[in-house]
């Protein structure tokens, strides 16, 4: 017992550590949004938390409104009643699946200038989408790469 216990706190220490190193990355970025523009808005749909949450660090230290769902179906309610301008997209969620999600977020004429970025771990899964998202990151995502992602965003706005 002692031994997986051991297991668990130095799985939960690294955990730990790779979160406050990103917090720290990402804080001495130096984004700049235009105070006389409205701040860009992201929603990430992603089922696990942690992962949800450092997304939304990163894109709060961009200047991004940021929204966090965690069930498909909440997203679906939410996305008819907003205009991001940037998805987060999980692939693998409880209630609507993000293939799902993608399909209604594409024949939705209001979110024609939506970017959709997938995130998944399964490859086999992202190339056998049916209808293309801008961006596909596979898991695990770096802050770097998604700091780099935010940063071209921001240019071509």
Do not use: C
Not at 46 to 60: T, Y
Not at 94 to 106: A, D, N, Q, T
């Amino acid at each position: 017992m002692s031994e997986l216990m051991g297991r668990v706190v130095k799985g939960l220490t690294s955990l730990f550590l790779y979160y406050t190193f990103a917090i720290l990355w990402v804080s001495s970025k130096k984004w700049t949004i235009s105070m006389d523009k409205p701040k860009p808005f992201a929603i990430i749909i992603e089922d696990e938390r942690d992962i949800a949450e450092l997304f939304r660090h990163v894109f709060d230290i961009a200047g991004y409104r940021t929204e966090v769902i965690l069930h498909g179906q909440v997203a679906v309610e939410a996305l008819s009643k907003s205009e991001p301008d940037i998805v987060m997209l999980d692939l693998h969620l409880p209630g609507v699946s993000g293939k799902e999600i993608l399909e209604i977020i594409r024949k939705d004429k209001r979110l024609n200038y939506t970017k959709v970025i997938v995130i998944t771990a399964h490859a086999h899964i992202a190339d056998s989408l049916s209808v293309e998202p801008d961006l596909i990151l596979l898991k695990p995502v770096s802050i770097e790469q998604l700091s780099s992602l935010i940063d071209r965003f921001l240019l071509s706005k």
